[in-house]
């Protein structure tokens, strides 16, 4: 419906002599954001120039404003819809476990993460990864499993409008998407970080503060072997990596202040099983999951290709050789949660 008005009015403002205007913004696939529109800005004022050089009628100008103001108009509009798409697939889905701001929860003997603030990239990414085996199809990792089966709620878009679980190959292709695992990605990543949790595993340590000053060097150690190259200074709260740095090997990494002690400890100790790291040795694993991770997290509003450092593995490497036993996981997940939960 949007498009159709959009349409409509850049023909009654446009004419042959503006239909360049609606060009640019449409082809900028990030129209929505205030980026995109400088970016189109500095595209079509050289155009309006030019045509002004020749003698083109000033009211160019008039009409490109009006436009720009009915795009800034359309851009709420959107902005609205995909936040109160996501909290209604957050709503539906995810808060029964983890909360209804992603704070976490605990539900008689389980205890669910909190989710809150993680970048929009690494929740598509894992949500595509419980989808299509990449993780959770392990049947000791009984939390993954309850992922795994979760995930199956969220709606894939296939062109052919056939029935997603009838999945093919092929289907993966222009028209496919996961639309309900982005915008729920989208509404989780702006959610407000829960700082308020406690401190759970202090009963483990003999000591806190000797534990902590062994963890800050373990996660600042030089080289491969340091934590602080992917996840970042403790001085930006480990803010994580968002873009992959081929030449170092370095993947795409989370932030690490949104994550409770607890959730820290437990996945550094299925990454040192074997139990988190590596996708499952099923048909849909090997059929879908990079196929399918390829092309989604490729997103169009994003500038940057496909991943093409595994994290997940090299966590898994990184866990089994640089901590040495769940002295050193304590330590670290000690340290980190010094600094991302100081009065805790």
Not at 189 to 195: F, Q
Not at 232 to 242: C, D, I, L
């Amino acid at each position: 419906m949007k498009g159709k008005i959009r349409f409509k009015m850049s023909k009654m403002l446009h004419g042959k002599d503006c239909e360049i205007i609606h060009n640019l913004f449409v082809l900028h696939k990030n129209w929505y954001s205030t980026l995109g529109y400088l970016l189109n800005f500095s595209l079509v004022m050289p155009v309006l120039r030019i045509k002004q050089s020749i003698g083109a009628n000033k009211s160019l100008v008039i009409k490109f404003c009006i436009l720009f103001v009915f795009y800034e108009a359309l851009a709420w509009a959107d902005g609205n819809d995909i936040k109160r798409e996501g909290a209604q697939i957050f709503a539906s889905s995810c808060a029964i476990c983890h909360g209804s701001s992603g704070e976490g929860k605990v539900i008689g003997s389980r205890r669910f993460p909190a989710i809150a603030g993680l970048q929009r990239w690494y929740i598509q990414d894992q949500l595509i990864k419980f989808k299509y085996d990449g993780r959770g199809a392990n049947p000791n990792d009984q939390e993954g499993l309850m992922m795994h089966a979760m995930v199956r709620f969220l709606k894939t878009k296939i062109g052919r409008n056939k029935n997603s679980q009838l999945l093919e190959e092929s289907d993966v292709d222009e028209d496919f998407s996961e639309p309900d695992i982005w915008l729920v990605a989208e509404y989780i990543s702006n959610l407000k970080e829960d700082s308020t949790h406690k401190f759970t595993i202090a009963d483990k340590l003999d000591n806190i503060e000797e534990s902590v000053a062994r963890g800050e060097r373990i996660y600042n150690a030089a080289g491969v072997q340091g934590c602080v190259r992917c996840h970042g200074a403790p001085s930006e709260k480990f803010k994580g990596r968002n873009r992959e740095d081929l030449n170092q090997l370095l993947p795409r990494a989370p932030k690490l202040s949104p994550l409770d002690d607890w959730y820290m400890l437990n996945q550094l100790e299925k990454f040192r099983r074997g139990t988190r790291g590596a996708a499952a040795g099923t048909m849909t694993a090997k059929r879908f999951l990079n196929k399918v991770r390829s092309k989604i997290l490729r997103h169009p509003n994003e500038n940057h290709p496909a991943d093409k450092l595994d994290g997940a593995a090299l966590m898994q490497a990184m866990s089994q050789t640089a901590l040495k036993d769940e002295k050193d996981m304590l330590d670290v997940v000690s340290y980190i949660y010094s600094i991302t939960h100081p009065e805790k």
